[in-house]
């Protein structure tokens, strides 16, 4: 059954069974390959994406089920115009492996959006379904500051 979706501002026609999770259509279907397969079960946050602006583990939400627009890492900003999220990722040099990064700065673009000042214990409470293997939360805490900060002086 074909489908369309609005993806990063651009519609997308896809023809492919209802209960195919989003991750894949974003991935193999379009070629967004931003969002990253991480456990399949929503429990890593690498595939996190946004739904209208919600934060979605793109693994568990079934192509039938989207109900609005997705936003993808590709569509937060772009290496000459960066988003404040993706600015202050690299000034506070948050990734080592880089592998979950991508669903780590879609749930915190989401944070931001929902509270503008978040104190440590909210960071750690909206980020704690985002796994790092490499252990770099304390950066990733700063960085959501930062952003924040950067967010206020625009």
């Known amino acids: ?14 023809d492919l ?3 195919v999770p989003l991750l894949w259509v974003l991935r193999d279907e379009i070629g967004l390959t931003g969002t990253k ?9 690498a595939c996190t994406v946004h739904i209208d602006g919600e934060a979605v583990r793109s693994c568990q939400v079934a192509l ?11 569509g937060v900003g772009a290496p000459d115009t960066m988003a404040a999220v993706q600015k202050a990722w690299v000034a506070n040099q948050v ?31 909206a980020m704690q379904g985002n796994l790092c293997r490499c252990g770099t939360y304390p950066r990733i805490r ?6 924040a900060s950067m967010m206020k002086e625009a």
């Open 17 to 19: 069974p209802d209960d």
């Open 142 to 147: 700063a960085a959501i500051h930062d952003a």
């Open 37 to 45: 397969f991480g456990c399949g079960v929503a429990a890593c946050g």
């Open 64 to 74: 039938f089920d989207v109900w609005g627009d997705v936003t993808t890492i590709e």
């Open 95 to 125: 990734a080592q492996c880089g592998y979950c990064q991508s669903g780590q700065i879609m749930q915190a673009a989401s944070l931001l959006a929902e509270n503008p000042s978040p104190s440590d214990a909210e960071i750690d409470e």
């Open 1 to 14: 059954m074909s489908t369309t979706l609005r993806i990063n501002g651009t519609p997308h026609e896809v």
